[in-house]
């Protein structure tokens, strides 16, 4: 069907569960204190904790606009991604003829503009993560500014306020990978461009780099040489 196999139906569901699977042990109750990203969501309460307790406040701002600075950037990336998959499929024509020379490779013009498609959707979809992410940052500017001064740092609403400004950056941070996330399972995706085997192949590959980036020896040894350990 549109010039798909029971192989491609195959390789794109593997794709889907391993973007779910990953999506839920990156954020599951499993990934605290496990994966480089749920370890940092300590140290965001730790830095609006210390934060608290600063009269200036003005380093704390500028963390923060940096890190909006940075997702601003992948949202722009996004975006001409998304330019650059939609003038892919407006030259149909010309691809199909380059890739009719190529061995292993055999699409159609139906399957190809849909495989586009999915990948502008991929694409689109880490836009909105990014974009999302920059209004988390910019609400987490709005919180560090409304902080209490130091001087209430042992009220319970100065508490109340530390929490909800660590748990904003924590959420925005989280938007922030996700769109990251979709920026890596696109690169396997494009192995769906030759046939079914490299879509699998690639997506499996692409999988176990993150998985090792979040909880391989390499991710952890600055934080645990910092907490006193041994690199």
């Known amino acids: 069907m549109f010039g798909f196999t029971y192989l491609d139906g195959m390789a794109f569901a593997l794709f889907a569960v391993t973007w779910v699977a990953y999506h839920h042990l990156m954020e599951g ?12 969501d300590g140290f965001r309460l730790q830095w609006m904790q210390r934060m608290l307790a600063r009269e200036n406040r003005i380093i704390d701002t500028q963390i923060v606009a940096a890190l909006q600075n940075g997702t601003a950037f992948f949202a722009s990336t996004s975006l001409l991604a998304i330019g650059a998959s939609l003038a892919i499929l407006q ?33 689109a979809n880490a836009f909105f993560k990014f974009a999302w992410a920059y209004r988390l940052f910019n609400y ?20 109340a306020h ?6 904003m950056a924590t959420l925005a941070g989280r938007h922030f990978n996700r769109g990251q996330r979709a920026f890596f399972f696109a690169i396997g995706y494009l192995g769906w461009y030759i046939n079914g085997w490299a879509f699998m192949a ?27 350990g041994r690199p």
Do not use: C
């Open 162 to 167: 530390v929490l909800s400004a660590a748990r």
């Open 202 to 228: 690639a997506t499996v590959a692409i999988f176990f780099v993150m998985i090792n980036r979040q909880i391989g020896r390499d991710s952890h040894w600055i934080l645990d040489t910092d907490a006193g």
């Open 91 to 123: 030259s149909t024509d010309a691809v199909m003829a380059i890739f009719a020379d190529l061995p292993f490779v055999a699409p159609t013009r139906s399957s190809w503009e849909i495989k586009t498609l999915g990948l502008t959707l991929i694409f």
């Open 29 to 40: 109750g499993w990934s605290r204190g496990r994966t480089l990203n749920g370890r940092m």
């Open 140 to 159: 987490t500017t709005i919180l560090v500014g409304s902080t209490p001064p130091p001087a209430e740092v042992a009220s319970a609403e100065a508490q």
